[in-house]
């Protein structure tokens, strides 16, 4: 069954970055090569609900970003390692939350929850002031 593993979460101070890795295994087993799946990061706090942070198509060459994390976020994806990467800067104490990697049964992006078919357990990203 596929698995989806984020790491590097953590506590950080306003204005420090942070990269987020997701590794991806285990898409064989529903005959879905990683390069036709696209990959997403939501991010969920107490009380609200998950929303879409960055998105990025299977080949890599289309991105979607929410338009609070544009220009501070940068979504990417090594094909050949099975990795979803957020690099994450100019952090604010309202990007506190537990971030999710997920991955669609599509290569392109997807701007919503219900778009994607496998998900992490996400980790948790504090923000300090």
């Known amino acids: 069954q596929a698995q989806l593993v984020e790491s590097g979460g953590g506590l950080v101070q306003v204005g420090d970055s942070l990269r987020l890795s997701c590794a991806v295994s285990?898409?064989?087993?529903?005959?879905?090569?990683?390069?036709?799946?696209?990959g997403g990061w939501f991010r969920q706090s107490p009380g609200k609900q998950r929303e879409l942070v960055a998105s990025i198509s299977g080949d890599g060459t289309t991105t979607l970003y929410a338009d609070s994390v544009k220009g501070r976020f940068s979504v990417s994806r090594d094909n050949a390692k099975n990795t979803v990467l957020l690099q994450m800067s100019s952090l604010k104490p309202e990007d506190t939350a537990v971030y999710y990697c997920?991955?669609?049964?599509?290569?392109?992006?997807?701007?919503?929850?219900?778009?994607?078919?496998?998900w992490g357990q996400g980790t948790q990203v504090t923000v300090s002031s």
């Open positions: 997920a991955a669609r049964r599509y290569p392109n992006t997807g701007a919503y929850a219900g778009d994607y078919a496998f």
């Open positions: 285990g898409l064989g087993y529903y005959n879905l090569p990683f390069t036709t799946c696209a």
